[in-house]
């Protein structure tokens, strides 16, 4: 496969990467402290049409291809240091591919452009309080009655939640089948009966980002808010994992580029005992191994959207993308903070909030051991 | 080998969880009694995509589609015109 940039990749890179300078480089300690979602931000980055990337035109997209659309998020996760509201954007587009893939006609027209847009804020609904990488034990159930489901049940974490307009949520339709036919997925908006949301929850890193808990109370949603067909729901799950460990990826080894460039300027700016610190192989070591992870990364970056963007199957390759990537991403920032020592250590330099950042990465869209699990599988194991 | 039988084979390797297991017929109901799981799907489906030419994506990602060696076989047979 040949990953040479096309002009319109580049156009895209260097285009946001100048917007994300110049327009998102607000001060984050403050709205941190704020505890308001960076709006101003969100909107910016809707006009330049960032939420509309991959979809339709005739649904307010762009009709950009996937790959390109990964090596636009990769540019604005170097060039935007609020991984919170790249990680909201990057929700928001995955909610819509969610939608793209298996919704109707009607569901499309309804919800794309305006998600496009950014004028709706998108959520995904998989974990409950008692399952997470267990995500098809869920008890939140969705009952058919006439024309409609009632559901009932919770979920919690969800990344956008507190804010969302619109919630794409998976339930049990089923209970009696095994959870591939069992689960179905819901389109269910804020204002309807019986839905409420909790406040964002306080987390140590991705702060500007809300998540919450989302209730459902004898919540009615007709029949066609149905995403896909009924019982499809385990399987429309593993197929947007695909996409999204494909692109939240890419959010994080641009990241990880960013991160590489500062330690590179600091070991060569900063000396100690008469030499710059870069001089010393126990630093270098850690800088040699940022570049190593970030140049075996984009290979399995590019191979994965290059697959998800001819519409291949790619479940092996998107789970080891998910894992080496943030892995990586986790091990780049501790080395960071390391190599900068207790200026590492202060927010002044806010590598420590890239640290903090980093954990959640290895945590959601299935963690880290749950990756490795389905490697196994793949492996026979 | 027929399509059926390459089904099959590639389920007992693959799928069944003790390997050389007994017999599989064509009307078990494999999503039932959890031969094929959440993760086994995704196998199954690189196979068949794979194997036999065929895309399988959207409507036709439905479970009843691969409910038995049966339906699979069918399927596949349905989607090679
Ligand atoms: C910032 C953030 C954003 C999120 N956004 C969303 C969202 O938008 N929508 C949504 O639905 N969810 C979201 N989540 C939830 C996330 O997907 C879950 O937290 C994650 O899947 C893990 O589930 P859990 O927290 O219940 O941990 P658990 O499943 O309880 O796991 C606890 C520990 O046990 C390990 N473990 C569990 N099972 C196994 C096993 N079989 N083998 C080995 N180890 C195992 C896990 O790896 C982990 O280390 C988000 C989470 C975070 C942190």
Same mark, same amino acid.
């Given at each position: ?59 307010? *997209? ?5 790959? +390109? ?11 935007? =240091? ?13 909610? *819509?591919?969610? %939608? ?99 406040? !964002?929850? &306080? =987390? ?31 399987? %429309? ?11 939240? !990826? ?8 960013? %991160? ?33 992870? $970030?140049?075996?990364? =984009? ?15 790619? !479940? ?5 993308? =998910?894992?080496? @990537? ?12 390391? $190599? ?9 330099? &806010? ?7 980093? @954990? ?6 299935? +963690? ?5 699990? %389905? ?7 | ?81």
């Amino acid at each position: 496969m040949d990953f040479e940039l096309t002009d319109e990749q580049k156009v895209w890179k260097e285009t946001i990467i100048k917007f994300s300078r110049q327009e998102l480089a607000y001060d984050i300690a403050a709205v941190e402290k704020s505890g308001e979602f960076p709006w101003d931000a969100w909107r910016k980055c809707a006009e330049m049409q960032i939420l509309a990337m991959p979809f339709a035109e005739e649904y307010g *997209g762009c009709g950009v291809d996937f790959l +390109t659309t990964v090596h636009s998020l990769n540019s604005l996760g170097y060039a935007c =240091k609020d991984a919170g509201l790249v990680h909201a954007l990057t929700t928001q587009i995955l909610c *819509g591919l969610q %939608i793209a893939l298996f919704g109707n006609e009607a569901l499309k027209l309804r919800y794309l452009p305006s998600l496009c847009r950014g004028e709706k804020v998108f959520a995904q609904a998989i974990t409950e309080p008692g399952s997470g990488s267990d995500a098809l034990s869920m008890r939140t159930k969705a009952e058919k009655q006439g024309e409609a489901f009632i559901l009932n049940g919770s979920k919690t974490f969800i990344t956008n939640g507190p804010m969302a307009d619109v919630v794409i949520v998976f339930a049990v339709t089923a209970p009696e089948k095994k959870t591939l036919g069992g689960i179905s997925c819901l389109v269910v908006e804020d204002g309807m009966e019986g839905f409420s949301k909790g406040k !964002p929850l &306080e =987390k140590m890193g991705l702060t500007t980002l809300q998540n919450g808990e989302l209730f459902f109370d004898n919540c009615e949603v007709s029949c066609d808010r149905l995403l896909g067909k009924e019982g499809q729901g385990a399987i %429309i799950f593993n197929e947007s994992m695909e996409w999204e460990r494909s692109l939240l !990826p890419a959010v994080h080894l641009g990241t990880m580029e960013r %991160i590489l460039e500062i330690s590179v300027k600091y070991a060569k700016e900063r000396s100690a005992f008469g030499k710059a610190i870069g001089n010393y192989q126990a630093v270098a070591n850690k800088i040699s191994r940022m570049k190593m992870n $970030i140049e075996l990364g =984009k290979g399995i970056l590019y191979r994965c959207a290059s697959l998800k963007g001819r519409n291949k199957r790619a !479940p092996l390759d998107a789970s080891i993308c =998910k894992l080496f @990537i943030s892995e990586s991403l986790k091990q780049a920032c501790l080395d960071a903070v390391q $190599i900068h020592g207790g200026y590492g250590f202060m927010c002044e330099y &806010e590598i420590e909030r890239d640290l903090r950042d980093s @954990i959640a990465s290895t945590i959601y869209s299935g +963690t880290s051991e749950l990756q490795h699990n %389905i490697i196994a599988r793949f492996m026979g194991l | 080998m027929p399509t059926r039988e390459k089904i099959r084979q590639f389920i007992m390797n693959e799928l069944v969880a003790d390997g050389s297991g007994s017999e599989l017929s064509d009307t078990v109901l494999l999503i039932d009694s959890g031969v094929i799981d959440s993760l086994g799907i995704m196998s199954l489906l690189g196979f068949l995509e794979e194997n036999f030419s065929i895309q399988i994506s959207g409507e036709d990602l439905v479970p009843d589609n691969f409910a038995t060696i049966s339906t699979i076989s069918d399927f596949v047979a349905q989607k090679s015109l």
